[in-house]
């Protein structure tokens, strides 16, 4: 049976029963996803907006926000503080009510547990995000599960990650939203050691989102054309090239996309402030 | 038969026929409506979107941008340089396809010519504009024409007119924003010269937006929450605390509205950037 | 002698030697003083900037930045998460290398323990700081120690402290930023409890930074004129009013004062983000 | 005799002798200065702040502001309304009372009349600046003089010239700030017309900012690094890359510089609002 476990911004952890009635505030709870594909139970952080009722028919738009390297499920409700932002983004009426699923790609152990948001030997991360991640998660939240209503955003691997899946599943994603994106990786020395960080750089080189559109046929960049794209990165960050890239490679092929770069680095605090753009951005891109 | 006269960006004024086809580029045209209730033309600025054809069949969503007091149907255009703000803000998504009217409800000529939005002796502009100049201009370009589409937003006397508008016709607004609006007037002395400036003030004191909250009763209270409401007025503005008391006085009773104080006084520079926030709360607050 | 207790952005505190070099990256140190008028051990966090020597003969603006109602000296540095927009600011140029002093008025068991930045019965906090801790800590972080070096922010009970402290000390403070400030308060109903909340709110009563403009003769008028200053509070705070309240009397007696108000309530994310505009304010209103 | 050309906001020209007292408001004033080199008169808008007293003792910064090709003197003050901004910024402190220099370097028939900031066949306009209009002006106005308290910026063209003037005279300036900057220019193919528009964008290729920053030696990068540089241009203009190349190529070089990337094209609403950011840049690199 599914256990609630309510997170409080002071980041003390409650266990409390399934909240019988609507959601009086919003909450964030830590859940999980069985998964045979991975064989592991897998963590995910839920965003549920105030009047949510988990037994209740109002169905909601969704978004995937998702962590960076040596990141969990739970570092956009900690050290993100998301909710802050969300609470009064919805409050203001720049964000819908949304459900917002943080599902967790990592560890932060990286040299020795895999880590990363595409399929790597031993362990297909990518087959489990869509084939099973999604369709349980959207169910039990009441999602309302079409292109037009789910949105994904992340930073640095996660902005990798939302770029990659949206760009493979343009029918799924209405907007991507990129924050610090690792968006590619350069081909890695040969005496580098061969550790689990090794292989998770190298499906980043392998799955270059940059490439991707690089090698788009006709037919890929009109689908590729259905997603709103934004890339945001720091002007101190050593990441920038990959986000000025991808910006160029898009324009080439005709492929409208936003670029903003703005003060700072690869740093919560960027991050943070990312998401008063990134959200809003989300919603006015879903349909109503 | 309708003319189209051009605005460029340089206020310089050039004559065309009716664009025969879907506009490439957003452009402001000036157009007149013929007023019995009024005697006289009256002239209106509008913004259409690129796309926009005045044969075609899509229908559109309509802002009503109101001018303050000196003022006439070219100032957001002209000085305000409203199409910068419009174009950026389309591109970018934040603000949607949307036909915005401006019309004119002033004369520089404040002490011998009549202005403002209520009705007046041998001036009824507040019939004129309900009941002439909105069916006609909403038919002439394509507005969806209910209140889930429309918004109304202004400066000054704009702000107030806007308000008051909204008041009294809750049914047609899903939004109005109010730019350093002029929402109520005190009591003239018994000495004060008996212009058409004094006739103007004595109308904002007779149609105070503020006691309008203040004396609405629950029924009306219930249709005043069905606007999105947002003040927006600068700290350096003499007409400051016109926009906190409406703010506290909605507050008491139970309606939800935004209040912005930025740096800022009663100028155009200030005017301008609200763009930046008005058009995009409108937007979010149009149903898709 | 002094002990440096380095806390780390997760509040994770660990103990270690003093520094003997210059620090290479910026810290938040907890430190102490001795308070004889007290008599207790004042706990203070330190934000310390890059390249600062202990033993070093360069010297530093400060800024004071105070916490709120059941908050203590280490709230900036966990909950309002300050060094993150600090070092961002730093690296920007828009604020200066400075040294940050975070005192602690509070605890968090406000009705047994007494709070508080002004003197009340048995606790002369307001005496503290000014006899103790400002020459202690001033001298202790090679502080210029000047009106044109030192600035005082701080937010609910803070901005009131922050406010009131400029306001009998303007030869002290060249600049003051109040966020959300608990700038005055009612009188209470005399059967409320007699707590120690009781004695705070009465303090904030007697000591009103409303009150002190109202009734400020000319001379006190011409010394309010030498500080900066900046009331900043949320659409929906509570405390909306007084800040309203002050900029309104500030402006009567002709003291050039800022105000604004941005979308939120009383919560870290709006002091956070004030941090953005309060922390340039200060430094720019230092002399170099 | 100088005379004094008022340009008010609206465009209109009015003539009016000399000020005798210290402005009680800001102005922008139109000036000339007689070149020996160019052989004519060059026109200056000039902004002075109020309590500019032409025959008063108090000395001022000074920021020159460069507009673009197609532009002339009178660009910034009327299409760019710089006026607006600069009196909102003065007032709220986050920008110093400065003298603020617009001279001419251009003309809106580019093919048939010689533009731009570089020494040309038979117009050696950088001369020009250097050895006439700088020592005329600052004596005129009472500029301070020194690097410590003179800044440039500008637009496109301008944005390109305050680079490579501030790389060739690192000693002048204490900062530049680029908009939307023409920092290098592509060899033209042999087919191109020789016309002066030719003659400029020779003069972009040859003056190349970006190869300036690859070309430097040590002795040179250590003279860069006494200036503080920000690049900002529109993610849609298509002068981009330009401001990136030059971000990454300084990086390489240890220059530490500012990249933001916004929103928008190139296009006066861009540089209207960069304004809010280029002039509290220019003013808190300045020397008290």
Redesign the interface.
Known sequence: MKKFIFCSL?GVILCAAAAAQPLKKSEIITDTVQSTILGEEVPVNVFLPAGFDKDGGRQYPVIYLLHGLYGTNVDWAT?G?MK??V??LI????LRDVVILMPCAGHNDIRNVQNGYFNMPGRSYEDFFFQELVPTLEKRYHIIGDKQHRAIMGLSMGGGGSTVYSQRHPDMFSSCYSMSGWLDEDEQPEDAPKDKLYIVRKSVHEHSAIAFVENADEETVAKLKTV?WFFDCG??DYLL?RS?DI??KMNEKGIKN???????WH???YW?TALRLAL??A???F??
Chains 1, 2, 3, 4 share one sequence.
């Open positions: 002071l050290t503080h802050n932002v609470d009064e409050a203001s009426g720049e709103k002007d101190d090239k000025v910006h160029f936003e670029l903003r770069v703005r003060d700072g740093s919560w605090e943070h809003p951005f919603s006015r891109n349909d109503k």
